[in-house]
């Protein structure tokens, strides 16, 4: 966006629209497990992501536009994170939050996948056992600048 002499904005409608959608982002209400109390601290007075125009986490995945993959993902569980990424209206995106969600963690069997990015476009990862929410928002903050300056799209699922 530039400022000409009259105090007129210009800009282009794509990066109108990226402004849009960085400045709005809403976070799906989907835990998987310890970290995810660490993802409910966002919205804490203490971290307060309002500041940052991202507290409004959705209980239906049709009006999210971010996954904060919080915890392990169990093989089982691997049918039901793939419907309600899908539910979610593009352009979207994924943080891994945490060792677990990002590689598996200290749980290296047969029953957890092996990072979610096995299963899930993932845009962001944060590393910790938990993270702290400070983390998560950097990540946040990281995302932001990404979807701005077009890197990061949004919605592209694995094969
Ligand atoms: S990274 Fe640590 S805190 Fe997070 S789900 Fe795994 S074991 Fe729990």
Redesign the pocket.
């Known amino acids: 966006m530039e400022m000409t002499n009259n105090q007129f904005f210009l800009t282009s409608v794509e990066k109108f629209v990226r402004w849009a959608q960085k400045s709005s982002i809403w976070p799906l209400t989907f835990g998987?497990?310890?970290?995810?109390?660490?993802m409910m601290n966002l919205v804490s007075p203490r971290y307060d992501m309002a500041q940052f125009g991202a507290e409004v986490f959705r209980s239906t995945p049709r009006q999210a536009d971010l996954m904060i993959v919080?915890?392990?993902l169990s093989n089982k569980m691997v049918p039901v994170i793939e419907q309600v990424y899908r539910q979610m209206p593009d352009p979207k995106w994924v943080v891994a939050?945490?060792?677990?969600?990002?590689s598996g963690?200290?749980?290296d069997n047969y029953a957890i996948v092996q990072g979610v990015d096995e299963v899930l476009p993932v845009d962001i990862y944060v590393p910790?056992?938990?993270?702290s929410p400070d983390a998560v928002i950097y990540a946040v903050l990281k995302l932001r600048e990404a979807i701005a300056s077009g890197q990061a799209h949004g919605g592209v699922m694995r094969a």
């Open positions: 998987l497990a310890c970290c995810a109390i660490e919080s915890g392990r939050m945490g060792a677990c969600a990002s963690g200290i749980f910790g056992c938990p993270p």
